[in-house]
């Protein structure tokens, strides 16, 4: 070997020392930059020189630049950051609507209490304008706090869409850089070297597209490009190629929106179900679900509450002797069309009167029987269940809601009918006049004054529309009392003669007992203690105690028997009955228990995606840890290969001076 090869083995040295100084000062560099993995040079030894004295080594070669990257591990954060995002937004978004349903004095159940509460005065004076007044105050404050909590969820609703918006716009800048990143990746693969940066880069661009919505990702081994896919497959970045989101409206209703990827032949709607992860997919769920199910529930206490008071309005009789009118008023639920039909048909909803206790806190995709049969209808819950062939009559009993049908439906013509997401929005008051309170009640009852008993009348008002005036007068006469409960057997004679017998104990109605199989369409309620037939030592037998009803065609200021029936509104389950496999109809709750119900509700789901957010962040975060952990920068380390590699590069150097020397001294001697 001669002075050259000492030569280039410094050189070489010297160039391998200075390739890992640069490596090494930029990974110190980038030590805290997001995304960023750590470098190194890849060092290997060349094929030795053979000579008659053996191999000679020829120094070292820098092969490549690699960088610290495991592909199981980006893809495990990228998709626990897409699950703590998803979570965190719900629990956000949540906290939000759990603000609708307050407790205490500002909540819709006090505001409930307090309208029927006022019907106390009402009661104990039932001619006095001053308490029907405060009676009508209570009532619009009751409808305010409807239309507000409905005027909040539909500003809920922008919101959403808004996030939408600006989410989808982000996701698409995204997309372009990956695809523009994918196309450079793909010009470097001729050079036989990986670009570390550009590679970085696109891992990064991937770790922030996956905030918005969850993606899979597949490596092209030819070029290196990543084909990126959401949805179950959908493509988002192919190459150099990248499609867009768009955000679009439900084709039901134009405030609600849908996510869409754009394409050649035209937009194809992402559905819900195949998205998972990221802040796009919270929103969605949360508008889906959690928006929808609170409109409906509220909505629901709306149409049942305006039902229930109005159908008690119309059970008495006002200041001026007249039936009462509405004393609320609900807007009819529509039926949307989607913007998919090719139909004239229209559909018709209407909720009868009595029925809005069966209004179900729902919403339905109602499409018109394929085979044409009238009155029939494939009804399906908007949730995903499959629809159910049900006719008119069905529906009503089931639901609550009837429909009507109008023009002509094509295949695939469907409608959205929710029967009570539209009630909150559109509670208002349709009374102003405070004498058209309907206090009184159509009939009255009078305690004979030959009575022997403590009985007197607590209340009487009609229950139903079974009342028949005709019957009017009858009488009800006491009779023998039964020895084993202590109950009162008694009979009630109608103005036609007819007769129905039944028992009383202390607290039952008379008159309401359709188990007894007395459905008159009015409830008795007795104070005290009616006596019924004694047999005196004679034989002889004294007949019981007597009242006597008749139709009151006039009102006077002590008829108060409508109004007491406002105050058992209280704790009359009339929200959400049901039909029962049997026929009838399920217990329901009470208003305040309805509001409860939906405060839980909301309330339970608030703690759960709190719980979530927490688990699905704490995960994130470990497995970035673990990812940065292999991918990162250590500065102690750094330091240390630092100085490894400074102390190299002088060694290096020191070879090729001693090399420098000996050539010198070469020279020298020849020179001689």
Known sequence: MGTSALLTLGMRSMFASQAALQTIGQNIANANTPGYSRQQVLLTTPEGQYTGAGFFGKGVNVQTVTRAHNDFLTKEAASAKSQAFMD???????????????????????????????????????????????????????????QNAGQQL?????????????????????????AQA????????????????????????????SQYVQVTTVKNDRDGSLGVFIGGGQRLVLGSQAQELQVSADPYDGARAQLSIKEAS???????????????????????????????????????MADRVNRQQSLGMDLNAQPGAPMFKVAQPAALPASTNTGTGSLQVDIKPGNGARVPAKSFVIQADPNGVPDQYLVAVRDGSQPTLMTKSQIEDKYGFTLTAGGSFNPGD????????????????????????????????????????????????????????????LTIQFGSVDSTDQSINYTITLSDGSTLAG???????????????????????????????????????????????????????????????????????????????????????????????????????????????????????????????????????EAARLMQFQQSYQAAAKVLQT????????????QR
Do not use: C
């Open 88 to 146: 965190s937004t719900r629990s956000a978004q949540l906290m939000q609507l759990e603000k609708l349903f307050p407790t205490g004095d500002q909540g819709l159940g006090q505001s409930v209490n307090v309208f029927l509460n006022a019907m106390v005065d009402v009661a104990s004076r039932p001619a006095d304008p001053s308490a029907r007044q405060v009676v009508l105050g209570r009532a619009q404050d009751l409808a305010a706090r409807f």
């Open 503 to 637: 028992k009383w104990k202390a607290g039952s109605a008379i008159g309401n007992d359709p188990l007894s199989g007395i459905d008159l369409g009015f409830e008795l309620r007795l104070n005290g203690v009616p006596r019924g037939e004694t047999v005196n030592p004679d034989g002889s037998v004294t007949p019981g105690d007597k009242i006597s009803m008749t139709v009151s065609d006039k009102v006077v200021s002590t008829n108060n028997g409508n109004a007491k029936a406002f105050l058992g509104l209280q704790k009359e389950a009339f929200v959400g009955r049901q039909l029962q496999a049997d026929g009838s109809l399920s217990r329901g709750q009470t208003m305040t228990e309805a509001y409860a119900a939906a405060m839980a509700d909301v309330g339970s789901r608030v703690q759960g995606a709190q719980y979530l957010s927490e688990v699905s962040s704490s995960v994130a975060s470990d497995a970035e840890a673990t990812r940065s952990g292999q991918a990162g920068v250590n500065l102690d380390e």
């Open 414 to 473: 469907s409608f959205l009918v929710e029967p009570a997401g539209t009630g909150a929005a559109s509670f208002k008051v349709a009374l102003d006049n405070p004498a058209g309170i309907a206090a009184a009640a159509p009939v009255t009852a009078t305690v004979a004054s030959t009575n022997r008993g403590t009985a007197t009348v607590d209340s009487l008002y009609t229950v139903n529309d079974k009342y028949d005036k005709t019957k009017q007068p």
């Open 266 to 304: 035209g937009n194809r709607v992402l559905d819900e179900s195949v998205l998972t992860g990221g802040t796009l997919t919270a929103l969605l769920s949360y508008q889906n679900k959690d928006l929808q199910d609170a409109r409906n529930m509220l909505g629901q206490m709306a149409q049942a």
């Open 182 to 209: 994918n196309d450079q990746i793909a010009r470097t693969m001729g050079s036989g070297h990986d670009a570390n940066d550009l590679l970085d880069q696109r891992d990064r661009l991937i770790s922030e597209l």
């Open 154 to 178: 539909a500003d809920l609703q922008s919101g959403v869409v808004s996030d939408m918006n600006a989410d989808v716009k982000v996701v698409n800048q995204l997309t372009k850089q990956i």
């Open 659 to 670: 090399a420098q020397n000996i050539f010198d001294q070469l020279l020298s001697i020849v």
